[in-house]
């Protein structure tokens, strides 16, 4: 039991080049998620699947795509890099989706991908 | 918009108990309190998760007073390896009506020898 996986761990792109980076969780869980931790800052939401089929943005979308390829992967792509891009990106699931206020939503984290944009 | 506020950091020593407030003025009526746990260069971790009154698991004990505005993480007798910076996290519903966690700052603990 793997948990949630990503690759690639490091990534050093030059301005303008694209990438998809890899999610993956092996627990069954329905709600995936795509975070970015710039530097001494919090988490910040890019986007978020509740269920397979669906997707939605977050707190910071623009610049990225994602797809949810099946219950198991949830995939972000960043199409035309650029320099403000260079964070580390954390993939996380949780078994239930973000139903409301009420729900309880333990989210499991991924290690992480360490990107840079030249 | 429901928003955390944190100290930004916070020292103490091996065996001490620390007690991290975060204070949620907005938080919805039916929302819960829940903590994350992050080391270097991982992922958060669940921590605890609370609605009202006291929790208390095998790592932490989370108090939130009868008006919902704080909660407290309190941590037994930390060591070295609490070191972590711990957030705290209440829903939002922001503008476009979609409910999702905000993450925050978050609180930087150091542990000292």
């Known amino acids: 039991n793997a948990g949630v996986t990503q690759t690639p761990k490091f990534q050093v792109l030059k301005t303008g080049q694209s990438m998809t980076l890899q999610c993956a969780q092996d627990m069954n869980h329905n709600s995936m998620y795509w975070y970015r931790q710039d530097p001494g800052m919090g988490l910040r939401l890019i986007y978020y699947s509740a269920s397979e089929g669906t997707t939605d943005k977050g707190e910071v979308p623009n610049g990225y795509n994602v797809s949810r390829l099946n219950k198991r992967e949830f995939s972000l792509r960043l199409e035309s890099a650029a320099p403000s891009q260079t964070s580390v990106y954390f993939c996380?699931?949780?078994?239930?989706?973000?139903?409301?206020?009420?729900?309880?939503?333990?989210?499991?984290f991924g290690p992480g991908t360490r990107l840079t944009v030249l | 918009l429901a928003k955390t506020t944190q100290p930004i950091s916070m020292d103490s020593y091996e065996g001490q108990e620390v007690n991290i407030t975060c204070s949620h003025n907005n938080i919805a009526t039916n929302d819960y309190i829940t903590w994350y746990q992050q080391f270097p260069s991982q992922g958060p971790r669940f921590i605890i998760q609370g609605y009202k009154t006291k929790v208390t698991n095998e790592v932490a004990s989370l108090f939130i007073p009868a008006d919902r505005k704080s909660s407290t993480l309190s941590l037994p007798r930390v060591s070295l390896s609490d070191t972590a910076v711990y957030y705290c996290l209440v829903g939002d519903r922001g503008t476009s009506g979609t409910y999702k966690y905000i993450f925050g700052t978050g609180t930087r603990l150091k542990v000292l020898a």
């Open positions: 996380a699931s949780s078994e239930e989706g973000w139903g409301g206020p009420s729900s309880y939503n333990e989210q499991f």
